[in-house]
């Protein structure tokens, strides 16, 4: 599996992840259940593709608000390392002129 992976140009795995990240983000809208399975799945997953592999400019605000979400259960569970590289990555998901389009979120993070 891993040398099928790397045979895949480093952009287009960016690519891939983010928008697996994005189709997971869709489950979180559900069953309380599946959020908490499915969040740092989904949050990591958006991660791994990063600011660069967004091509649709409202998935800049949505990988915020779920790094935003993840950064909050993880300190919910004193996993304060991982809190802050979950608030650090939605800080980077954030465009210029943050602070007067999505202010409460940019406090937040």
Known sequence: QEAAYNTIPAHRRCIIHFKYGIEL???LIGDKDVISSVLFTAVNQLNL???PAVQD???YITA???NLRAGKKAMEMSDYETAYSYFDSGIS???KK???EHYALSLEL
């Open 93 to 95: 998901f954030l465009r």
């Open 57 to 59: 400019k409202s998935h």
């Open 64 to 66: 915020a608000q779920l």
């Open 49 to 51: 593709g990063g600011p």
């Open 25 to 27: 983000s869709s489950l």
């Open 98 to 100: 943050h602070w007067q």
